[in-house]
């Protein structure tokens, strides 16, 4: 697993991908940033994260549509599947590859909490800071998952990065439709990170719910063995 | 070494192969042979464990490759035909991943790819991106993806396609080399390649197993009997008394006149007789020139042909047998259908019956 975690985040850096994702991301938190955080004169760096897990929604996909589509575009998951690693240890590793990249977009990110320190003379919000990002992972990790799971469909990056699109960015309005579809709007789940709460019920759910695309990625590639 | 057993893969209600068994031996060079769509790699696919069958199984040194998959797999080095590799790394890092894939130890990695690389002859290229390779180079860093690890199994799918007349030579003796302490499948279309590396033949057409045995074997199975092809100058037109004068000759055959005057026979021997000490001796006395004489030989290629037309012939008899089957078949269920109406009549019937016995 180490291997294709390793040969995974190599990739996103030699290719435009990785820097196309933390360049856009990091570019539109800072008018985030600006617009909210700096102008209105608040030093909650957890604030702005309302409006970056919006913003994952639709950049998630630059991370995993190619995951499993270009592979089999190319023929390489042949190479992957003939090896002797198990099909898990193969989803497994590319989950790591991309949860590494929003590890490294995070760490970028901390520079809004130095530019906030700055400007409140001291460190503030702390507790708050801390949940926030443990949430944003858990929403990326949701994310990544679904992602990856719609990737295995396809062999086209293109269907698979819309697919990923559109789905998440209806999961985002679902509880609009009924408050029960709530455990399923990785962004509503998300809310209460910013406060300060690592909340047991939203963060066993984001758990949930990347196990469960996991999961659903791993049956999809090995029922595929017995289609091909 | 490697086991197939009664393996069958059926896409919807075509079946690209059709119960396949074969057994190859440790250190064995097996040529695949068969023409465009006949399953070779699909049967390599299977092997390797890419593809699973819909029944039967394989086996590589005694792990079953569905069952034990990651055992069965550390023990195969796969080259697949369309040569996949990674466009943004360079050969080196390709090869160091594959290596990495097939869990061989730190210590131990810089210098296997080291090996590798020099093994198919890249070092030249090494460095570049594989985006900007040509099709020759691919071709052997996809090789080169397949050895590295050493593992005991290579199976390679035309391995020698797309490079030139050189590397072509080189592959072979690499590939020749690698056989003494390795197996190895390969799949071509090159006969001559195959009768030059391999031990051992495959051929499949259309999903099924034709013929397994040596180059050899299947040469002179075709072959058959002991023949000779003479050409000679014969203004006497003596030649036909002369050689069934002959004892050990059985019969003999123009097979062309030859514009500068000359024609040529094959002449038939009883038996294993060879018979062209006598033929010289004889035709020397009558005044008949020899221009030529040797024995007719029956390339592999004539055996593949051969064979080949074969199946054919006995698949469009099968095809008959398919369809008289598949009428039989809808007579039965048709006569079902009407058994089945019957009963439901009789059911229908009770019913009203009882029905009428409530009111």
């Known amino acids: 697993m180490w291997a294709i975690i390793k040969k995974e985040v190599k990739s996103y850096f030699l290719s435009p991908v990785g820097y196309v994702f933390i360049g856009s991301f990091l570019l539109m938190s800072s008018f985030f940033f600006y617009m909210y955080t700096y102008t209105s004169g608040s030093v909650e760096y957890s604030s702005l994260f309302y409006y970056t897990t919006e913003l994952l929604t639709f950049t998630i996909a630059l991370l995993t549509m190619g995951a499993f589509a270009a592979e089999r575009k190319n023929g390489t998951e042949t190479l992957l599947l003939t090896s002797p690693r198990s099909i898990t240890s193969i989803v497994l590793g590319k989950f790591l590859a991309a949860l590494v990249v929003i590890i490294i977009t995070e760490v970028f990110s901390l520079m809004y909490y130095a530019i906030l320190c700055y400007f409140a003379g001291g460190i503030t919000g702390v507790s708050e800071s801390i949940s926030t990002l443990i949430g944003f992972i858990l929403i990326a990790m949701s994310y990544i998952a679904f992602g990856l799971f719609i990737s295995s469909l396809t062999e086209n990056q293109i269907i698979a990065g819309v697919a990923t699109i559109v789905v998440l960015t209806i999961s985002w309005f679902l509880p609009n439709l009924s408050e029960s579809l709530y455990i399923l709007s990785p962004i509503n789940l998300f809310q209460k990170y910013p406060e300060g709460i690592i909340a047991a019920r939203e963060s066993i759910t984001l758990i949930t719910l990347t196990i469960m695309f996991l999961l659903l990625t791993i049956v999809v590639m090995q029922r595929r063995k017995n289609l091909k | 070494m490697i ?132 099709r020759g180079y691919r071709q052997r860093v996809s090789l080169a993806g397949a050895l590295v690890g ?188 009407e058994n089945k109406k019957a009963e439901k009549n009789k059911e229908k019937e009770n019913k009203k019956k009882e029905k009428g016995g409530d009111k």
């Open chain 2, 3 to 134: 086991k197939v057993e009664n393996v069958t893969k059926k896409y919807g209600s075509h079946t690209a192969i059709d119960n396949i068994s074969f057994e190859i031996k440790e250190g064995e060079i097996v040529g695949f042979l068969g023409p465009n769509g006949a399953g070779k790699t699909t049967t390599m696919s299977i092997i390797t464990g890419y593809i699973e069958p819909n029944s039967g199984h394989v086996e590589i040194s005694g792990y079953n490759v569905s069952k034990k998959a990651r055992k069965a797999k550390r023990e195969i080095g796969y080259m697949p035909e369309t040569t996949p590799l990674y466009n943004e790394l360079t050969p080196k890092e390709f090869i160091n991943y594959m290596a990495e894939l097939k869990s061989v130890p730190r210590k131990e990695r810089k210098a296997e790819v080291e090996r590798v690389i020099k093994a198919v002859n890249i070092d030249d290229v090494q460095n570049k991106l594989i985006r900007n390779l040509s």
């Open chain 2, 150 to 337: 050493n593992p005991k199994v290579l199976i390679l799918d035309e391995p020698t396609v797309g490079l030139d007349p050189k590397q072509v030579t080189q592959i072979r003796s690499l590939i020749k080399s690698l056989g003494k302490d390795h197996t190895v499948i390969l799949s071509s279309h090159i006969l001559s390649e195959v009768s030059q590396i391999c031990e051992k033949v495959i051929i499949i057409n259309k999903g099924k197993l034709v013929a397994i045995d040596t180059p050899e074997n299947l040469e002179k199975k075709e072959a058959g009997e002991n023949t000779l092809l003479v050409t000679v100058e014969d203004p006497e037109g003596k030649i036909n008394d002369t050689v069934k004068a002959m004892a050990n000759v059985r019969d003999i055959k123009l097979v062309k006149e030859i514009p500068d005057g000359t024609k040529q026979y094959s002449i038939f021997a009883r038996g294993d007789k060879d018979i062209r000490k006598d033929i010289f001796a004889n035709f020397a006395k009558c005044g008949i020139t020899i221009f030529e004489l040797k024995k007719a030989e029956i390339s592999l290629e004539d055996a593949f042909i051969d064979l080949i037309d074969n199946q054919k012939e006995e698949k469009s008899k099968t095809k008959e047998e398919i369809k008289k089957e598949k009428q039989e078949q809808k007579e039965k269920n048709k006569k079902d259908k």
